[in-house]
């Protein structure tokens, strides 16, 4: 059990560390002009995107059969769906988001919960590897610490800049990396848990990311701003994010 502890711990370590520093670096940017914030949308989709195509659907396609994850994109998709629904119920009925940052803090806010549900099958991975080896647990745990900083990144700029309080922004941010922790807890405790569990998750975190790419990041990105930026934003982004996945 103390092993088990002390892997959840690592683990919790490096789920938030990276999204922290991320939401950090993110605050700091101040009255950013509707081209730059229109460009970190744009990157933060293009992220995501390469994040579902190179590494979330592939390993998903690779632990179980199609239906079943087509199945865990399809009740992504629909999860997020529901989020969208009930954060804009929230947002309609107070009368502090009826102005221009509404769109932008309702995107931060939506991103956060796809990157949260992103984080949990990562903690997985984390908890199965650290149960081969440290050195698989280690590698695998600083490898995606590093990629959760331009995710944190993307999700603190439209929180803060829509007009979230920078302590809750920060808040928010560290609580999206704690189920990468919960995540390794359950990997860890487990060991060789199910493939068709890991699977149904990242097919599921993946169809989460699919609606909130084209349901709200790429939108939004086109309303603040019409140019060649948003579309350098989204193919840098992606660029990053197969970097990311081949290390």
Do not use: W
């Not at 970190?40 to 592939?58: E, Y």
């Not at 050195?135 to 990144?153: F, R, T, V, Y």
């Amino acid at each position: 059990m103390n092993e088990i502890l002390k892997t959840t711990l690592i683990g919790l370590f490096f789920g938030t560390f990276g999204t922290t520093i991320g939401g950090i670096i993110g605050v700091k940017f101040k009255n950013p002009s509707k081209k730059f914030l229109s460009f970190i949308l744009a990157f933060a989709s293009g992220l995501m995107l390469a994040i579902v195509c190179f590494d979330l659907l592939p390993e998903a396609f690779n632990l179980t059969n199609l239906p079943t994850a087509f199945l865990g994109i399809f009740l992504g998709i629909v999860m997020m769906i529901i989020c969208d629904l009930l954060v804009d119920k929230k947002f309609n009925k107070s009368t502090r988001f009826k102005d221009s940052k509404n769109a932008l803090l309702k995107t931060g806010i939506v991103v956060s919960i796809g990157l949260a549900l992103h984080n949990l099958p990562e903690g997985l991975a984390i908890g199965s590897g650290f149960g081969a080896s440290i050195k698989l647990g280690l590698s695998l745990a600083i490898a995606i610490c590093l990629h959760d900083i331009p995710e944190g990144i993307s999700m603190a700029v439209p929180m803060k800049n829509g007009g979230m309080k920078i302590s809750k922004v920060i808040f928010y941010v560290v609580l999206s990396g704690v189920t990468t922790g919960i995540g390794v807890f359950l990997g860890a405790l487990v060991g060789g848990i199910s493939q068709s569990i890991i699977a149904m998750c990242l097919a599921f975190a993946a169809g989460a990311m699919i609606y909130i790419v084209s349901g709200e990041l790429t939108p939004e990105a086109n309303n603040l701003y019409h140019g060649r930026m948003t579309a350098v934003g989204s193919m840098l982004g992606l660029l990053i994010g197969i970097f990311a996945m081949s290390i």
